[in-house]
Structure formats: C-alpha cells, structure tokens
C-alpha cells in the first residue's frame, strides 16, 4: 500500500501540536529524526508498508476519537485520545531500521517455501525480485490475498527490519511510555492506558494480570484505546482500505 507520507505526518504534527504540550516540538523533532514516519507498524503484519506505524497510528486516533466522542463522561478527552492514539506504539521508532534488501538475507527454509509455492501455484517468480527476508514475507503475504503484487525490483531497494543489537529491553507498552516521557508529561491515564493497550496480548510478568484488569476498570479510555488498535490492525492486516475514512 502507498500512502501520502507528507499528509499524514502533517496531520499528525497538527494534532500533536494542538494538544499544547509542553516540550511537544522536541517530541517532534524525536519522531522525525527516528523513523516514526517511516517506518511500518510491523514487518509482518499489519501496515507492513512505508510509512505505515504513522498511518496506523493516525487510524487509531480517528476510531478512538469516534469511539470517546459519543461517551457523555469522556467526549471532553480528545487530547488524551489524540496523545494515546498517535504515540501508543512510538517504541516502534526504536525497533525498526532499514537496510538494502540485499543485506536482509533469508533463511533456506524461507526460500524453499517461497519456491515450493510458486511452483504448487504455477506462479513464475520474477527475476528482478531480491528474495531478502521482507520480500519472502510479501510474496506469502500476496499469496494469502493480504497485499498488492511484490514491487521490488532492484538490487538498491531498502526493506524494513527489527534492529539488530537494540540495548533498551523494555515492554512494548512501557517502551513507548518511557520514551514519551522523556519528552512531554503524560498523566496517570495516558500512560496506563498506553501501558495497557496490547490487553492481554501483553500482560508483562506474574503480577500482569491484576495490573491489566484494574487498568481497564479504572481507566475506560485504556479499554477503549485497545480495542481502536485492534480494528486499526485489522483494517490494515486485511487490507481494507475505504472502509473508515
Ligand atoms: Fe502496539
Ligand atoms: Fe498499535
């Protein structure tokens, strides 16, 4: 999928700023220097494109916003929605970084499978693809219907990847919390709810389970900002595009 990367990272510098933060612009200048606009919100899955962590976090925001503006105790909470949606998952800024396809090499059990199937579907594979991690994913990915035709097709293209050698070895919710915090001040419900917003995807150690519970049941919105994430990753995964505008 290809999207309008200048649009949507002015859109979201627009909503971040009207939030009135203080220390927002430096948070900004993190983002922009760091890949958030970049980089896909998975390499996997869903918005495993460029540009696609921003995208899906715009996407969030606007189902959470649709979600708290009808809840007569939360419609006044747009800023918290527009923090919670926008940065619940910057620790991906973190996780990702991008490398020549070339330098992304496969498994053999990757190529095998990529192969076994191309020639189980009749499907001659493209000279010109780079069978580097990424595309072995996109190519399975086109097969199960969940993506576009493959494009790459030079030896210079870039793929995304997880960084290798990351030294912060935080959870995904409380990555993001740190980092943010290190920027502007979330109050308790931002940062439980942005703590929380993988559910029980993400319950974090034995304690996990208490902590997730009372979260939910004290915070709505941390509820709320899960379940918008949830429809945004399958709206994306799927590839649904048209769906929510
Ligand atoms: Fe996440
Ligand atoms: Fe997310």
């Not at 909470?77 to 527009?82: C, G, L, R, S, W």
């Not at 620790?91 to 990529?114: F, G, H, S």
């Not at 499907?123 to 994913?137: A, D, E, G, H």
């Not at 030294?167 to 929380?196: C, K, M, N, P």
Request: hydrophobic residues 35%; glycine residues 4%.
């Amino acid at each position: 999928m290809i999207i309008d990367l200048d649009k949507t990272q002015n859109t979201i510098l627009n909503l971040l700023r009207s939030s009135q933060r203080h220390n927002m612009e430096e948070l900004i200048i993190y983002l922009v220097n760091n890949g958030f606009f970049i980089y896909p919100a998975s390499i996997e899955n869903h918005a495993n494109f460029k540009g696609g962590l921003a995208h899906h976090s715009l996407l969030t925001t606007r189902l959470l916003i649709d979600k708290i503006i009808k809840i007569e105790e939360l419609k006044e909470k747009i800023d918290t929605a527009v923090i919670c949606g926008l940065l619940h998952d910057v620790c991906k800024a973190d996780l990702y970084d991008q490398v020549q396809a070339k330098n992304d090499p496969p498994t053999d059990k990757q190529i095998n499978y990529v192969k076994n199937l191309c020639r189980e579907n009749n499907v001659q594979l493209n000279p010109l693809w780079i069978l580097c991690k990424s595309n072995c994913t996109q190519i399975l990915n086109w097969f199960q219907g969940k993506t576009e035709v493959p494009v790459f097709k030079t030896e210079d293209d870039i793929v995304f990847r997880i960084k290798p050698n990351r030294t912060l070895l935080l959870g995904h919710g409380e990555h993001s919390v740190y980092r943010i915090s290190q920027f502007i001040s979330l109050t308790d419900e931002e940062a439980t709810s942005i703590r929380w917003h993988m559910g029980c995807h993400d319950m974090g150690g034995d304690y996990g389970e208490k902590s997730y519970s009372e979260a939910y049941n004290t915070y709505p919105i941390t509820r709320l900002l899960h379940t918008s994430d949830a429809d945004a990753s399958c709206i994306e995964y799927y590839n649904l595009t048209g769906v929510i505008e």
